[in-house]
């Protein structure tokens, strides 16, 4: 198979802005942001790149689709209408305004004008876990935060940086679906992995001790990671966007008696104590992050290397278990595995006469196999590949990467 270059053009996508969810110590516990003494500004998602259409016309890493893939076609543009933003207090001990501000729609550019060092977008703000992995893998580079994901993607194809790091998934809460679908929807390429193992710190105001904390703020999936040690404090917890922006929160609105859970360094960077360490209920929590790109790497065989594709394959018995065979009978192991409804045609009807047949969802499938594309065997598998599949795409072929 000729595994050769394809025009791809990036559609432009928006995620609407949603309040987080705020919710109680148990299950039958729940609150308000304005009852429990916050403003309405801690619960609001800040708006992304929502009026930024973006039009790349390179060529990109894939197999042109037999039948089109409607999670390829985008949406209507929606306009974000709730620009709320956190608002940070002033006289506070540190200067929050030395940070670099995150990309969005209200702000499309850098504060930072170092082009001699690798620029790397991020998720989140300063201290955010994503920043670290960023860090690992480019351990001199500028960190430049964004508000949302695709906010990263869309900076990437607008040249406004070199890189993207973000997460796809975490060892005790699973893979971020989110990010797999904005693979299918921009032609970025994977270019690299980082694992990175994560450390979950309970941060306060200086002066304040862990028994007077009453709230703690962060990400829903930090919350659920340190289930054990918030149950045994007895605290109200109250979901944020990520973990180092619940850290900025407290912070800069100097609430004692609200903990946050984050990183050790977003404690360094906010003003805050530690007040307990590694406070996650699985010691072995590991989250893998992608390293995004405009431009593929040229994959080689010096080193372990990780490919990974998207394809689909019409509905028959055992095609599924033929798709996968034809890694098995190479010796090429697989990594990962996940399915993805497709967003356009999450139903198909088995019958075309609609008489009460039945109906099914027709699925993306996500794969990471563990060999180069510089092998023979790759090459030969992806081939045989095509003889099932409506659908392929490569999506970047990478050097392997162990947490350490």
């Not at 890493?61 to 709320?84: K, Q």
């Not at 530690?274 to 992608?290: G, H, K, M, S």
């Not at 095609?319 to 999450?346: C, D, H, T, W």
Request: glycine residues 6%.
């Amino acid at each position: 198979m000729n595994l050769g270059y394809s025009e791809c053009i990036s559609p432009h996508w928006t995620t609407n802005a949603v309040p987080s969810l705020v919710y109680g110590g148990d299950n039958n516990k729940t609150a308000t942001c304005s009852q429990l003494g916050f403003p309405d500004s801690v619960c609001k998602r800040r708006p992304s790149f929502s009026n930024l259409r973006i039009q790349n016309e390179r060529e990109c890493l894939s197999h042109r689709a037999i039948t089109p893939v409607e999670d390829e076609i985008p949406s209507p543009p929606a306009v974000d209408e709730d620009p709320t933003r956190i608002t940070l207090s002033t006289g506070f001990h540190k200067d929050l305004n030395s940070l670099p501000k995150p990309l969005s729609a209200i702000n499309p550019s850098s504060s930072s004008s170092d082009r001699t060092k690798v620029r790397v977008a991020y998720r989140g703000v300063p201290g955010a876990y994503s920043e670290a992995a960023a860090r690992k893998a480019y351990p001199k580079c500028v960190t430049v935060p964004c508000d949302e994901f695709e906010d990263a993607f869309k900076a990437v194809e607008l040249w406004l940086v070199d890189k993207a790091v973000l997460p796809i998934e975490n060892s005790v809460g699973g893979s971020i679906h989110r990010n797999y679908d904005l693979l299918l929807r921009h032609s970025l390429h994977i270019v690299g992995e980082v694992q990175l193992i994560v450390d979950h710190c309970l941060l306060g105001l200086p002066g304040v001790r862990k028994e007077e904390l009453k709230h703690v703020l962060s990400h829903p999936q930090a919350l659920e990671q340190c289930e054990r040690t918030l149950n045994e404090l007895s605290v109200t917890r109250i979901n944020a966007v990520d973990t180092a922006g619940a850290a900025q929160i407290v912070a800069s609105e100097g609430l004692r008696e609200t903990g946050a859970v984050a990183s050790a360094r977003a404690a360094e960077i906010y003003g805050l104590n530690v007040l307990a360490e590694r406070i996650q209920d699985d010691p072995d929590n590991i989250t893998r992050f992608l390293i995004l790109a405009r431009e593929p790497i040229i994959p080689g065989t010096e080193r372990p290397y990780k490919t990974s594709i998207v394809f689909t394959m019409e509905e028959g018995p055992g095609v599924l278990f033929k798709a996968l065979a034809v890694f098995a009978m190479r010796g090429i192991n697989l990594s990962k595995i996940e399915s993805r409804p497709q967003k356009r045609r999450p139903l198909r009807v088995v019958d075309d006469s609609n008489n009460g047949k039945a109906t099914y969802f027709d699925y993306l499938f996500y794969i990471d196999f563990e060999a180069s594309m510089a092998e023979p065997r790759a090459q030969n598998a992806l081939s045989h590949l095509q003889e099932f599949a409506t659908f392929i795409r490569v999506l970047g072929c990478y050097p392997m990467d162990a947490a350490k």
